[in-house]
């Protein structure tokens, strides 16, 4: 996609993650880096551990690298590299060479906004690590999740307060659905956004990725690379027969032993004694992929079963499956990282706080099978104000951390702020206290078996006033609506549904408003290695 416009100005304001109250203790105390924690995870992200990191995969061997690209080779047929991808692929034979990487659902249209921001993490990573170890080669690589079936996850998108939605049959790998049916999709999302320069755009982009004789993988990495090709990224599918080859000695070990259950569990249940598991393992953490579905493979005494299908196997019918058909066994989310790492010489993988917890779960599955366990780098988040929002916040005198705030807060502290009497009722709470302190003083020399009365009279007087209170709230907000109109308004602009912005809201929003200078602003003001989450607001 290509446009020249003058550039947009936007302020780039930090805070802390805590100071959202979006983000839980797990990954609070990663980035706060815990000692209770540090043994899930090997190194903290930062330049000594990425060099640490160089010299641990340094044994990653030529024939590997061959394979990975010869595959990626492959894969790239039929779409236009620039002279960067190129590069980055042809680079990747030289045992100089590493990765650092993200992946992520194929979203219809991308879906939410972090889909992006995570791609332009990694990319500026590889930019700042080739600038420190320019003895080293660092390319950006997308991991495309092409064998995850759960369709209702990834079939729609948010655009213009419009739900955009592709209806079709599912229950395969989604990266191997056609797209008859997502033609649709594309009419609708034409009539919501209208007529104009970049709406065409998109749509023809749309049109020309998610083309019927494409599947949903191509069109994704299509997409993805008509966004950042020019940045040198590679996309990579991992649901390719010759890569899942190399695998085989552990998805044999999986299905003979219950190898990666038993290692991922013993890590999960000390990680439980402090912090939740993200997911929990299985006694066989494969899948059976087939052109009818991907089934769940589960094994009942001497049998193995594809849960959901006609698909059942002795142990020996099984493993001479597994290896003449390595590309029909698809590790789940708990296996698939190990997969992911035993095919790339990769350094780091970035993520959101969702992810890097299932992968504090790991780090035992990995030393189990002398894979490197990689740097864990938490993805950038952001919050996008545009000059409308940035006035309304300004008029409204609300800081920028004032934002992260539910709307019912601020108008409270804003009332509070306007009004010449407390709204606490304090002074009332404490005159009742001071009332039943004495009836409950009464009742000890007297009858004892009142105090329970005392107490229950206590806290049904303490109820009623604290109803008044909020009707008191209430019939001031009345007053004051034109500010809670606004203050609700701007909430419900920067935080869609009551959600992030970056968790909801898509990409097309922003091209339409700011055209190429969106993907630009992103990639500019992503960092790398400075753990904050960013405002970034039209000047």
């Given amino acids: 996609m290509e446009e020249k416009s003058q550039k947009i100005l936007f302020r780039k304001t930090q805070i802390e993650y805590v100071e959202t ?40 061997s030529l024939d590997q690298r061959r394979l990975l690209h010869s595959v990626l080779k492959d894969q790239y047929q039929g779409v236009r590299l620039s002279q960067k991808s190129s590069e980055s692929l042809d680079k990747l034979l030289s045992d100089q060479t590493f990765t650092v990487v993200t992946g992520h659902q194929l979203c219809l249209f991308t879906g939410p906004l972090y889909f992006l921001f995570k791609i332009a993490g990694i990319i500026r990573q590889a930019e700042e690590l080739n600038k420190a170890f320019p003895e080293a080669l660092i390319v950006p690589v997308f991991w495309m999740a092409t064998e995850d079936h759960d369709f209702e996850e990834v079939n729609h998108a948010h655009i213009q307060n419009n739900t955009v939605k592709w209806e079709t049959n599912s229950g395969i790998a989604v990266g191997r659905l056609g797209l008859n049916d997502a033609q649709k999709a594309i009419e609708e999302l034409s009539s919501i956004i209208g007529l104009g320069k970049r709406q065409s755009e998109i749509i023809q982009l749309f049109k020309q990725c998610y083309r019927p004789s494409n599947s949903l993988a191509q069109a994704t990495r299509e997409l993805v690379n008509a966004l950042f090709g020019e940045t040198g990224l590679l996309i990579i599918d991992g649901d390719e027969a010759r890569l899942k080859k190399t695998m085989i000695p552990v998805f044999r070990a999986e299905l003979e032993s219950n190898a990666a259950y038993e290692a991922i569990s013993e890590q999960s249940n000390l990680l439980a004694k402090t912090y939740s598991a993200q997911a929990l393992p299985r006694e066989i953490n494969l899948f059976y992929l087939s052109p009818y579905g991907r089934f769940r493979l589960e094994k009942k005494g001497d049998r193995f079963y594809a849960l959901g299908s006609d698909n059942v196997f002795s142990q020996q019918e099984m493993l001479q499956e597994l290896e003449s058909y390595p590309e029909r066994f698809s590790p789940n989310v708990l296996l698939r990282p190990l997969y992911q790492e035993s095919i790339l010489p990769n350094l780091a993988y970035t993520g959101g706080g969702g992810e890097l917890a299932y992968w504090f779960q790991l780090k035992a599955l990995f030393t189990r099978f002398s894979v490197s366990f990689p740097l864990l780098v938490l993805r950038n988040s952001f919050l996008w104000i545009d000059k409308n929002s940035a006035r309304k916040r300004q008029e409204l005198n609300l800081n920028l951390s004032d934002l992260f705030k539910s709307s019912d807060a601020i108008i409270e502290e804003r009332i509070r702020e306007n009004t010449s009497f407390d709204f606490s009722l304090s002074e009332f709470e404490d005159g009742l206290n001071q009332i039943f302190d004495g009836l409950e003083e009464l009742s000890k020399q007297t009858d004892k078996s009142m105090q329970s009365a005392v107490a229950a009279q206590r806290q049904k007087q303490l109820n009623g006033l604290n109803n008044l209170k909020k009707k008191l709230l209430r019939a001031e907000r009345r007053k004051s609506k034109i500010l809670v109109d606004r203050i609700e308004g701007l909430e419900m602009t920067l935080f869609p549904k009551g959600q992030l912005q970056e968790r909801y809201a898509n990409w097309v929003d922003f091209y339409l408003e700011y055209g190429t200078d969106f993907i630009s602003t992103l990639l500019d003001s992503s960092d790398f290695l400075d753990f904050k989450f960013s405002i970034l607001e039209e000047q």
């Avoid at 979006?22 to 990663?30: A, V, W």
């Avoid at 924690?37 to 903290?44: E, P, T, W």
């Fill in 21 to 60: 109250s979006y983000f839980g203790k797990l990954i609070l105390d990663y980035l706060d880096q815990k000692k209770e924690l540090q043994a899930f995870y090997d190194g903290f992200p930062s330049l000594i551990e990425f060099k640490r990191r160089m010299e641990l995969r340094s044994s990653f």
